[in-house]
C-alpha cells in the first residue's frame, strides 16, 4: 500500500538557519504530495503541494520538489524564523479521492 | 466565515465506555473525514462521509462508527474504549471528495482514555 516516510525530529535550528525535512514515499503511478504544517493548539494546515513529477510547491519561504526518480518531496526553508515552530507533515493521495496518507510528522524548533 | 470546528476540546473516558466527538465543516463544504492522530505519530484516515453515507473507509474495526446529518455535520462514534483509542482525533471537510479537493482541518478532540 501507499506509504509516507519523514526524518524523525525534534530538528533545533537557530533563526536565519537553513531548514531541509526529507520525506520519501511508496506508492504505483504518480500520486500527489503535500506538505501540511501543525502550530501548537491549530489543525493542520496545508503548506504546499505538486500533483505531477519535477513540479515544484512553494508557499511562505517553503518550497518541495517532486522528485519521481528518487520518491522524494523535501521540504526546504532557506532562513528560518521562530514562527516557523511547528510540527512539519509529508503527505501523499493515490487513486479516487481526497483521502491522505501522512508521515509520522517532525517537530522544528527554531530558538532566536 | 467559520472554518471546521470540532467539540469537545478535551475528553476524558474510561475503558469500555463509549464516545461521540462532533463535527461541524466549514461553510459551503459537504464532505467530512475524520484522522486519528496518536501521540508523536501522524494522521490516520478512519472514514469519509459525502451525502449523509460513509464512502470510504481506512483500516480501523467495527467500533469506530460515523453519522453526516443533512446540514453536513459530523459525529465519529467509538464503542467499548481501549486505552489505544486515546489520541488527537481530527474533522476534515471539503467541497466534494475529488483528488483535487482541498481538506481543511479542524482543531481536534483530544481523546484521553484511562
Known amino acids: 500500500g501507499n506509504s509516507v516516510t519523514q526524518m524523525e525530529g525534534p530538528v533545533t535550528l537557530s533563526e536565519e538557519a537553513f531548514l531541509t525535512i526529507n520525506c520519501t514515499y511508496t506508492?504505483?503511478?504518480?500520486?500527489?504530495l503535500f506538505w501540511y504544517v501543525q502550530y501548537p493548539g491549530e489543525g493542520l494546515q496545508l503548506l504546499l503541494k505538486?500533483?505531477?513529477?519535477?513540479d515544484k510547491g512553494s508557499n511562505k519561504g517553503f518550497e518541495a520538489t517532486y522528485r519521481k526518480e528518487t520518491t522524494s518531496f523535501h521540504l526546504e526553508k532557506g532562513s528560518v524564523q521562530v514562527s516557523d515552530s511547528a510540527v512539519y507533515f509529508c503527505a501523499l493521495h493515490k487513486a479516487a479521492g481526497n483521502k491522505l496518507t501522512f508521515g509520522g510528522g517532525t517537530r522544528v524548533l527554531v530558538k532566536p | 466565515d467559520a472554518g471546521v470546528t470540532q467539540s469537545p476540546t478535551h475528553l476524558i473516558k474510561t475503558r469500555g465506555q463509549q464516545v461521540t466527538l462532533r463535527c461541524s465543516p466549514k461553510?459551503?463544504?459537504?464532505?467530512v473525514s475524520w484522522y486519528q492522530q496518536a501521540l508523536g505519530q501522524g494522521p490516520q484516515f478512519i472514514f469519509q462521509?459525502?451525502?449523509?453515507?460513509?464512502?470510504q473507509r481506512g483500516n480501523f474495526p467495527d467500533r469506530f462508527s460515523g453519522h453526516q446529518f443533512p446540514n453536513y455535520s459530523s459525529e465519529l462514534n467509538v464503542n467499548a474504549l481501549l486505552l489505544g483509542d486515546s489520541a488527537l482525533y481530527l474533522c476534515a471537510s471539503s467541497l466534494g471528495y475529488r483528488e483535487d479537493e482541498k481538506l481543511f482541518f479542524g482543531s481536534g478532540t483530544q481523546l484521553s482514555v484511562l
Open positions: 462521509y459525502y451525502e449523509e453515507e460513509e464512502r
Open positions: 506508492a504505483t503511478g504518480y500520486p500527489s
Open positions: 505538486a500533483t505531477k513529477a519535477d
Open positions: 461553510s459551503g463544504h459537504d464532505t
